[in-house]
């Protein structure tokens, strides 16, 4: 994925009310940008840190501009969670991630029942329902989800289960925004059900994919598919 237009460098001043932050730009402005994360970003959030964010064009919001990613430990974390679809989606569709490079044609958004799933990816032999996460919460050498405790994840779960018992593959994406990670993890100490709930819905048949972008300034590419360890 790249980005359309530059990015704006500055430094975090802080975040609040979830889904705003105060940016310090090189030039000294402070301008307010929007938070999509709705998470803790625990892991992710250093006050005077470097970000980028991008400058929004539509006049009907409220902030000019949305925060992309921040500078950790010498890398970039991006924290702008409607990458993940796209990304995901994009990388299916080049045939990116081992696994799951062997379709002709993938939808997003696709309704089913109540819900809509992320990503619907179609070959001649068959269907695949995929759900997308985004990760950027690491806990030593491994990435973890959730970092804030997830009801409409756990629900996301149990769709894929039954698709699964009705003859879909089923999968699992994490875009896991941070490169300073090898392992993948479900965050038991802090969403205990849908832990448990992942580990169950891999016995059901739920494939998993954590994927590891590269973050930077210019765009989001995928790595690496990593390893991954359920059990707490």
């Given at each position: 994925m790249i980005f359309q237009q530059k990015l704006v460098h500055g430094t975090l001043i802080k975040r609040y009310k979830r889904f705003l932050a105060d940016i310090k730009l090189d030039s000294g402005e402070i301008v307010t940008a929007h938070c999509t994360n709705s998470g803790s970003m625990k892991s992710c959030l250093e006050e005077g840190a470097e970000v980028y964010i991008s400058h929004?064009?539509?006049?009907?919001?409220?902030?000019?501009?949305?925060?992309?990613?921040?500078?950790?430990?010498?890398?970039?974390?991006?924290?702008?969670?409607?990458?993940?679809?796209?990304?995901?989606?994009?990388?299916?569709?080049?045939?990116?991630?081992?696994?799951?490079?062997n379709y002709s044609s993938a939808r997003r958004e696709v309704k089913f029942d109540e819900s809509r799933l992320d990503i619907l990816a179609e070959n001649d032999r068959e269907k695949c329902a995929i759900e997308v996460k985004n990760v950027t919460m690491k806990d030593g050498e491994f990435a973890r989800f959730p970092d804030a405790r997830t009801e409409r994840g756990l629900k996301h779960l149990h769709t894929l289960i039954r698709l699964k018992k009705e003859g879909f593959r089923v999968?699992?994406?994490?875009?896991?925004?941070?490169?300073?990670?090898?392992?993948f993890g479900p965050a038991h100490d802090i969403d205990p059900e849908y832990s448990n709930t992942l580990i169950l819905a891999e016995k059901e048949g739920v494939e998993i994919f954590p994927v590891q972008v590269k973050v930077e300034p210019e765009g989001i590419h995928v790595c690496r598919v990593l390893e991954y360890k359920l059990n707490k």
């Open positions: 929004v064009t539509d006049p009907k919001r409220k902030t000019r501009f949305t925060w992309e990613m921040i500078k950790i430990n010498g890398d970039w974390v991006g924290i702008n969670t409607s990458h993940p679809n796209k990304i995901a989606y994009n990388a299916i569709l080049n045939r990116e991630i081992p696994g799951l490079d999968a699992m994406v994490y875009i896991i925004q941070r490169s300073d990670v090898n392992l």
